[in-house]
């Protein structure tokens, strides 16, 4: 099925590019991307035009293709009857990479390195309204299609070979890296890694705590002992990225960081935010006097850290999960110079987040209870993490984090799902509160 040998993938391109090009342009591009549900997908104009491809079988490939807009697109799709699709679970596609060997194989400008393998079959959708698309393999392996073509540089990849050096018992473990070669740098096209059975994500496990500490089937303690395992394992996490490459944050970099938050926050009130403009002033001036206190600690980071990222089995083992960075992120920053505040400045937010969905669910008629939820957990996330990670905590500096994390929420909801602006919008003023 594969052109294994390199030197047939120009022939077998050769033998159908022109069908393919002819139906790239003729296609609806919408169509080609992952389809959302209830939320807004990437915007890609018409019409496309076909940049390479790697073939799969005969009727599949992977497509780099560019819009009218000259933003690249990498497509997993199907040519049938002269017209292309999205390759769908079922199709085959994903599995055909899956089943690669073990080893490096150069396929004309495309490089599938593969870490492990398993002979596993059959394929499924994740069954998750998703950004990227995520299909399982056999029920042992994720495959996620990246369709933003991005430089691997700054993608998951340096930072799950730092975590995979160090054997981390929460890391799914790696199987594969697709990649596209273009004027000398690498993108990152698709990456698989172990699917967890039977796990789900802390929207689903995090909110099932507070809702049984509500009904009264978990005490206090028992709903906020989630913060332990957050801390424990934000702490190995950051231990093995700083055991790769480390730096202490200067001035220069405070003034970037509040840079970078003005910009979040003119975007997240570019839209007649009424919580922004209420705070806008108060957010300027803790900006504006954001300095440091005590060493700042710069590695590679998560990047896009929330109780989303964490699966739990149902035997409570955890894992983490998407290291493909925050989603309306500037992804040209030094990955190994991000600082490790942001990571746990947005992991505490999240905390606040899940109690404003359970907040909203119960008719806002739970608010103290909630709050004590709040402050127990994160409390307790922050004095894990301070005790196992040689990091000092600097509450000033991760306010910065904080009210930037709150603005992106904003900017997420804008982009991609408006139905999640309540969240940011009560976080925000809780975040507002604490500082009166
Ligand atoms: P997104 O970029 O859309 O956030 P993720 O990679 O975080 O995508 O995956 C979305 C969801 O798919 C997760 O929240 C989780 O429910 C499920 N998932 C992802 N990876 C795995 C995995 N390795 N094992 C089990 N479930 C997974
Ligand atoms: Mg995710």
Redesign the pocket.
Request: aromatic residues 10%; proline residues 10%; charged residues 25%.
């Given at each position: 099925m594969w052109p294994v040998n390199t030197e047939k993938t120009p022939k077998l391109l050769h033998m159908t590019n022109q069908d393919w090009e002819i139906a790239l342009t003729q296609a609806n591009p919408t169509d080609l991307l992952p389809q959302r549900v209830g939320a807004i997908p990437y915007s890609i104009q018409a019409p496309l035009t076909l940049i390479d491809s790697l073939p799969i079988a005969s009727d599949s490939r992977i497509c780099i293709v560019v819009d009218s807009s000259g933003k690249y697109f990498s497509l997993p799709l199907l040519l049938r009857n002269g017209r292309v699709k999205r390759a769908e679970p079922g199709e085959g596609l994903a599995q055909a990479i899956s089943d690669f060997p073990i080893g490096i194989h150069y396929l004309g400008n495309f490089t599938l390195s593969v870490k492990n393998q398993k002979n596993v079959s059959g394929e499924r959708s994740?069954g998750?309204?998703?950004?990227?698309e995520?299909i399982?393999v056999g029920e042992e392996i994720?495959v996620?299609y990246f369709s933003q073509v991005t430089d691997s540089t700054f993608t998951s990849l340096p930072k799950i070979e730092a975590l995979d050096n160090a054997h981390l018992p929460f890391i799914?473990k790696s199987f594969l890296n697709l990649e596209w070669r273009d004027s000398g740098s690498h993108f990152l096209l698709a990456q698989a890694?172990?699917?967890?059975?039977g796990?789900?994500?802390g929207?689903?496990w995090a909110i099932q705590d507070v809702q049984e500490f509500l009904d009264g089937h978990q005490t206090l303690d028992q709903a906020a002992q989630c913060g332990v395992v957050l801390g424990e394992i934000l702490a190995g996490m950051h231990l093995a990225f700083t055991a790769c490459s480390s730096s202490i944050a200067t001035d220069f970099d405070v003034a970037q960081w509040v840079e970078l938050s003005l910009r979040d926050l003119d975007l997240a009130g570019s839209d007649h935010n009424e919580t922004i403009n209420l705070y806008r002033s108060k957010i300027e001036s803790i900006l504006a006097s954001a300095h440091l206190d005590s060493p700042q600690r710069l590695s590679f980071t998560h990047g896009?850290l929330h109780v989303?990222?964490f699966?739990r089995t149902p035997e409570g083992k955890y894992?983490v999960?998407?290291f493909?960075g925050n989603?309306v992120a500037d992804p040209s920053e030094a990955p190994n110079r991000q600082p490790l505040l942001q990571d746990l400045s947005s992991l505490i937010q999240s905390i606040d987040h899940v109690a404003r969905v359970v907040d909203k669910r119960r008719n806002y008629s739970r608010a103290q209870d909630l709050q004590k939820w709040i402050t127990s957990t994160q409390r307790l996330l922050m004095s894990t993490y301070k005790g196992l990670c040689d990091q000092d905590v600097d509450s000033q500096l991760m306010k910065i984090f904080q009210i930037q994390q709150e603005c992106r929420e904003f900017i997420y909801a804008q982009k991609h799902l408006p139905v999640w602006r309540y969240v940011p919008e009560a976080a925000m003023a809780a975040l507002m509160k604490e500082n009166e």
């Open positions: 994740m998750v309204d998703q950004t990227e995520s399982v994720v996620k799914p890694s172990a699917y967890i059975p796990a789900v994500d929207w689903t896009d989303g990222q699966l894992f999960i998407d493909d989603p």
